[in-house]
């Protein structure tokens, strides 16, 4: 039977936590939480704790000290598939990833055995898609409450990352995704070593290594209601510089070549 874990890195998100998971357990009834806390200061790690204790769906991965999205998250796939986890959805504890939208990456993914017999016909795609996107640069997709300048730095370095790597995905940087176990598996994931959010686009940039079949579903983006932003200009530094670090070596290696999008205006597809 598949079991979908969606896993909830946690860094000073004592507002946040308890109020995403209870909604991630109504969207998805059926779905595991794992919080993945970075011993934050704040208490969250206690928080997270209290809600394992209530529900035996949800459990927490206690880590030394912060170090990172990205080191988070890989810490998180590597206890997912040795759990046998399937598939395994990535999402922030802000509130900015709508976890009412997570049946429709689901649908995306093709996981009927996660949301019933009742997954449309169309979510059943041939080849089996590997990888949903949880997309604000697609028709349908949306952001509310960013300010501006936070909507051109996203928008420019996406566009900067596909341009330098190729990459037929529209939006690089969205942390909204779900993954099967497999496409998991065969990414190279020891190879991956961005720490701050430039993680996102290693991610791509691996799937794409490893010929993954990638579609982005359009969706709503929510600025964060409670709590700070860990962004920061360092996180940004590291991921330009590993973006065009990357974009070098591409040059001098042979990729096959991305396959234009198809769908429609609410899902684009493409092998990463
Ligand atoms: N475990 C862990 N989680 C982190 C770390 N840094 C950020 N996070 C979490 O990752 C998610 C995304 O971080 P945010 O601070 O919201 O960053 P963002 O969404 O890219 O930026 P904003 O739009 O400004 O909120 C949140 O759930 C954070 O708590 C970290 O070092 N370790
Ligand atoms: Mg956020």
């Given at each position: ?16 936590i ?11 009834p059926?779905a595991?939480?794992?919080i ?11 928080i997270?704790?209290e809600?394992?204790?209530t529900?035996?769906s949800v459990?927490v ?9 990205g ?7 590597g ?5 046998g986890?399937?598939?395994i ?30 997954a449309p ?5 041939t ?15 949306s ?16 566009a ?7 990459l037929?995905t529209?939006?690089?940087?969205a ?9 998991l598996?065969?990414?190279?994931l020891d190879d ?14 691996h ?9 982005e ?9 409670k ?13 330009m ?7 070098i ?7 096959p070549?991305?396959q ?13």
């Open positions: 039977m598949t079991r979908a874990l969606v896993v909830i890195p946690t860094y000073n998100e004592r507002e946040n308890a109020m995403i998971v209870e909604r991630v357990r109504v969207a998805v059926e595991s939480v794992l993945v806390d970075d011993s934050s200061p704040d208490g969250t790690g206690r997270a704790d809600l394992a204790a529900d035996a459990q991965l206690h880590r030394t000290e912060k170090n990172g999205l080191a988070a998250y890989l810490d998180a796939f206890w997912a598939l040795a759990e986890f399937d598939p959805v990535q999402m922030d504890a802000d509130g900015s990833h709508l976890p009412e939208q997570l049946p429709t990456l689901l649908d995306a993914l093709g996981a009927p055995g996660v949301l019933g017999v009742d016909e169309t979510a059943r795609a080849p089996p898609v590997d990888l949903v996107i949880g997309s604000r640069w697609i028709d349908g997709g952001i509310e409450n960013w300010p501006r300048h936070r909507q051109w730095l996203s928008r420019g370095g996406s900067y990352a596909r341009w330098v790597l190729r037929p529209r939006d690089v940087t942390g909204y995704r779900a993954f099967r176990a497999d496409a598996r065969r990414i190279r991956v070593h961005t720490r701050g959010y430039g993680f996102q686009v290693d991610m791509l940039w799937a794409r290594e490893a010929g993954l079949v990638v579609v579903v359009p969706v709503t983006f929510v600025e964060r209601v709590g700070r932003s860990k962004m920061s200009p360092a996180i940004v530094i590291e991921a510089l590993r973006v065009t670090g990357w974009g070596r591409s040059r001098f290696r042979r990729h070549a991305p234009p999008a198809r769908g429609g205006s609410t899902a684009r597809r493409s092998r990463a």
